[in-house]
């Protein structure tokens, strides 16, 4: 019944996927104090690896991208050769792996890394670090025209960092109200100057990351996620539908590997975008597009068959089930994910 996943799927000349089943990117906070990537992660991911294509958990481009603890990062030569690890065991059972490239934005805590905490606008999100409750978020600094320039290379030499660490190609975290995300959405961006105001100014940013990510690494290794429905982190405005079409129209004319959308649960319906985020992508975006949020691989292969999407993410049933392609192959039981489930890197 499920046939439709298990068929190759060329990404581009370049990468071709032995299904058309990701592991999504999962946060795991198991990096040690130097946010380097340790063996048990090599083990864990290399379990994964019957994966189409495995998204890493996301990993800070530089330190005050960091806004949970243990969080890894791709910005010194001890992560790199950490995360060699990590591509090498991949690479050795036959899969492939994008490194997912984060930084958190207001998001951020200067608890992790001593100095302050940027953003577009000085607006803070409400609430603390998750299982830190005492660290409240701050308002962050409205970051200048220079911060904007070194975001952009810092990004762009984290890919480079990625390619050299053996990692396949990089997803963009520009989803879920981190930094990127942060700049798309009128409830984050208040800027007055060529970084907000109107669709345009509003992706300029984005729109530099992903391009200086192409110059350095070629479109064929480059992928991105974006999340239109604000959902996490961050309001949703009706203001934001126009920064999108915008902003989607201009990443159709520039061949990434793929979009992949973000969110928890593709079900959510968003009166600005006239219905779910996935629908609303597949509308106005004709390229490979990866879905992702609630689907067991019933429900995704249904949803491929009727070409609402080319290929699917799979997050929390793979934290349960290292082996889930297996088990899905085999018509097999799956495990239930649970909470307590991310205590421990299985
Ligand atoms: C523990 C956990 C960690 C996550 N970490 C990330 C992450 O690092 N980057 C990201 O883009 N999404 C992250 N997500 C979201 C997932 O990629 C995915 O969108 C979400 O779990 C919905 O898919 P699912 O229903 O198949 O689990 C995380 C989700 C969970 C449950």
């Known amino acids: 019944m499920t046939d439709n996943l298990f068929q190759p799927f060329a990404l581009n000349d370049s990468i ?15 990096a040690d104090d130097d946010l380097v990537p340790t063996q048990a992660m090599a083990d864990y991911y290399g379990r994964r690896a019957e994966a189409g294509l495995i998204i890493s958990e996301a990993v800070i481009i530089r330190p005050d991208g960091q806004g949970y603890p243990n969080t890894p990062g791709l910005f010194t030569q001890e992560q790199i050769a950490g995360w060699h690890k990590v591509t090498t065991a991949v690479h050795q059972n036959g899969g ?6 984060w930084h ?3 998001v951020a805590h200067p608890h992790f890394f001593g100095s302050e905490v940027l953003a577009p606008s000085a607006l803070a999100v409400e609430g603390s670090v998750p299982r830190m409750r005492e660290l409240t978020y701050q308002v962050p600094k409205a970051v200048t025209s220079g911060d904007i320039k070194q ?10 960092n990625a390619v050299e660490a053996g990692f396949d190609g990089v997803e963009i975290h520009g989803a879920n109200g981190y930094l990127i995300d942060q700049f798309l959405h009128h409830d984050s961006n208040i800027r007055d100057d060529e970084f907000g105001g109107n669709p345009e100014n509003m992706a300029k940013f984005p729109l530099a990351v992903v391009d200086a990510i192409i110059d350095r690494i070629g479109e064929e290794k480059t992928a991105l996620r974006v999340s239109p429905g ?5 309001a949703g405005d009706s203001r934001d539908r126009a920064v999108f079409d915008y902003f989607l129209g201009e990443l159709e004319q520039r061949n990434l590997a793929f979009l992949h959308l973000g969110i928890f649960d593709d079900s959510m319906e968003f009166d600005y975008l006239g219905g779910t985020a996935s629908s609303y992508v597949r509308e106005n975006y004709k390229q490979t597009l990866v879905c992702v949020g609630g689907y067991n691989a019933e429900t995704a292969s249904t949803a491929i068959a009727e070409n609402k999407f080319d290929l699917i993410a799979i997050g929390r049933p793979f934290i349960a089930n290292p082996d889930y392609i297996e088990k899905v192959r085999n ?10 489930m991310l205590m421990s890197l299985v």
């Open 16 to 30: 071709e996927l032995s299904n058309r089943i990701l592991m999504a990117p999962l946060t795991r906070c198991m």
């Open 96 to 101: 492939k792996i994008f490194a997912q490239l």
């Open 104 to 106: 958190t934005g207001r």
């Open 151 to 160: 975001l952009v290379i810092d990004y762009a030499q984290a890919a480079e």
């Open 230 to 234: 604000a959902y996490f982190n961050i």
């Open 331 to 340: 018509g097999s039981e799956l495990v239930e994910y649970a909470e307590e």
